[in-house]
């Protein structure tokens, strides 16, 4: 007991002193701790961004691939008796887009605009028509019939004449129309008066022995 009562006066002169350089540690240990912690949380943050790596990919340009033409249309073959005929004709394909192209026949001559007069006696031919024979015809051995639409007046002459049938290139057409103006005729009557009318004349050319 006597022991323990002789250290507690040194105790109570070290507190103070002890307090003081505990106090000064901590407020020591507390001044290296801001002072070391902004740098380590540096470190930590530069290394951080040290491992981002942003990786930079180049897309390739996109490539237009032409697509190749459609087959062509298999072929049709032609059914014939013809030996001879190659097994692979084919018959061509038929352009309907350049139809107007195509050579077409002309369109019949339309008959000739002659005005219609009605008469009671027709006229009749004072003489006979006797048309020359065209040598280059004759030759050829050509024979045929040529109608002739002519116009005969009021006094029986021959105005106007149209080939309504004929046989061109070889004559007998002018021959024809020629053998008609040369002829008189007596005038078409209504009601007993001389008119003007159109009429056909047939013309026969035959080769007589």
Same mark, same amino acid.
């Not at 006094?155 to 021959?158: E, S």
């Given at each position: 007991m006597a022991v *323990?009562?002789?250290? *507690?006066?040194? &105790? +109570?002169?070290?507190?103070? &002193? *002890? *307090?003081?350089?505990?106090? &000064?540690?901590?407020?020591?240990i507390v001044i290296s701790g801001f002072l070391i912690f902004p740098r380590f949380v540096k470190n930590i943050v530069k290394l951080e961004? %040290?491992? #981002? $790596?942003? %990786?930079? #990919?180049?897309?390739?340009?996109?490539?237009? #691939?032409?697509? !190749?033409?459609?087959?062509?249309?298999?072929? #049709?073959?032609?059914?014939? /008796?013809? /030996?001879?005929i190659a097994e692979d004709l084919t018959i061509e394909e038929t352009d309907l887009e350049n139809f107007e192209a195509w050579d077409a026949p002309p369109p019949p001559p339309s008959g000739p605009q002659v005005k219609f007069i009605p008469y009671d006696d !027709?006229? $009749?031919a004072l003489s006979k028509i006797s048309p020359k024979y065209p040598e280059i015809a004759q030759e050829a051995g050509i024979e045929g019939t040529v109608i002739v639409q002519a116009f005969i007046d009021e006094?029986?002459? =021959?105005k106007e004449t149209i080939v309504l +049938?004929?046989?061109?290139?070889?004559?007998?057409?002018? @021959?024809? =129309?020629? @053998? $008609?103006?040369?002829?008189?005729?007596?005038?078409? +009557?209504?009601r007993e008066r001389p008119v003007g009318v159109w009429i056909s004349i047939p013309i026969h050319f035959t080769i007589t022995n």
């Open positions: *323990v009562h002789a250290h *507690v006066p040194i &105790l +109570k002169h070290q507190y103070p &002193l *002890v *307090v003081r350089i505990m106090g &000064l540690a901590g407020i020591f961004a %040290e491992q #981002i $790596v942003i %990786e930079q #990919i180049d897309i390739p340009q996109t490539q237009q #691939i032409d697509r !190749p033409p459609p087959p062509a249309r298999p072929a #049709i073959p032609i059914e014939s /008796e013809d /030996e001879d !027709p006229p $009749v006094k029986g002459r =021959v +049938k004929g046989i061109p290139n070889t004559g007998l057409n002018e @021959a024809a =129309v020629e @053998a $008609v103006r040369a002829t008189r005729f007596r005038p078409a +009557k209504q």
